[in-house]
């Protein structure tokens, strides 16, 4: 059995003001996003490293290979004035390849990111109310996530594997959302739902056939995560849900129909539908009461390729 070994360090945090901006992402009918202005650059990294030369840290408690991880994290902060592209992705790599080439004791590198995210803020101007490019409000919502793991073999560095994603993204339909139909039996209490109001949290991930894309050096072949962003809650907009199934599997339809250049889309998804505590309120038509839903919650895991979209035979993209 190959013994696991490595070691490194999470949480450090980047603050990069005035990165080169993001541009020429091809735009898609689901999404008015269009580039990234990059004034803030900023994530989340961890970081871990193989080598077998880090055997004798752990069995002789011999420190001659080590590279502090202390230092790790001056060696990612230094790196990010030095970057001189607009995504995580592309830094991620840029950063990987400068650790395996400057200490040949590491052979395998895992490094991974995710963007803290800040909104920009309209202030009036002349009359009008455009972004201020210099006051952002720190977002608590969703973040674009990037992993990456590469290898060195003598003296060739490859890239072993690379996923985009977007991590925590918590979307409410109020109405148009259904459960049922499902196994009856014994154990069954959850009563049948025509109508629920479909509360989601998504964690979706994408692999792209090329990694020159990932990079968002290429004319159009970068995917956003604002793009995938805005393709959850279109589908979820437009269509109407039996489950939490079937609606992650027409997200992944529509993210595979949109960007040739991937070959794998990945779902993560829990259930927080609200719990119905009026069902009829006096003074609204419409309205009701909830609250949110108690623990245990609910999970859906799933991937699609390129082949799902060949044999779904009624899909909706245009
Ligand atoms: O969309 C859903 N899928 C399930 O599998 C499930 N199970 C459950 O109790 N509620 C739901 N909702």
């Known amino acids: 059995m190959k013994r696991m070994m490595s070691y490194g360090k999470a949480d450090v945090w980047v603050y990069r003001t005035y990165a080169k901006p993001l541009t020429g992402v091809r735009t898609i009918p689901e999404s008015v996003f269009t580039g990234r202005k990059n004034t803030l650059f900023c994530m989340n990294v961890k970081v871990a490293v193989e080598g077998e030369e880090f055997l004798s840290s752990f069995k002789d408690g011999d420190n001659t290979f080590i590279v502090a991880t202390d230092s790790m994290k001056n060696f990612i902060l230094k790196h990010a004035g030095d970057y001189e592209g607009a995504t995580q992705e592309g830094f991620l790599e840029f950063v990987g390849r400068r650790f395996l080439e400057t200490y040949s004791q590491m052979t395998g590198i895992k490094i991974s990111g995710e963007q803290i995210p800040f909104d920009e803020l309209q202030v009036p101007v002349n009359d009008k109310f455009e972004p201020s490019p210099f006051v952002f409000r720190y977002s608590l919502n969703e973040q674009a996530f990037s992993s990456i793991e590469m290898k060195r073999s003598k003296d060739e560095i490859t890239t072993n594997d690379q996923l985009s994603g977007l991590k925590g993204l918590k979307l409410i339909k109020v109405r148009g959302s259904s459960f049922y139909g ?137």
Not at 277 to 293: A, N, R, W, Y
Request: proline share 6%.
């Open 182 to 318: 499902y196994v009856k039996d014994e154990y069954t209490t959850l009563p049948e739902s025509y109508d629920r109001p479909l509360f989601v949290f998504l964690n979706i991930e994408w692999r792209y056939q090329d990694i020159e894309n990932a990079r968002g050096n290429t004319l159009d072949g970068y995917v956003a995560a604002e793009q995938v962003r805005d393709i959850a809650y279109t589908v979820l907009h437009e269509e109407n849900s039996p489950s939490i199934q079937n609606l992650i599997y027409r997200i992944g339809l529509r993210i595979l129909g949109r960007f040739p250049q991937l070959v794998e889309v990945r779902f993560e998804s829990n259930n927080r539908t609200w719990e119905t505590v009026l069902d009829e309120i006096p003074s609204s038509q419409e309205g009701k009461v909830f609250t949110e839903p108690r623990p245990p919650f609910g999970f859906q895991c799933f991937s699609m390729t390129r082949e799902d979209l060949q044999t779904d035979g009624n899909h909706s993209n245009d």
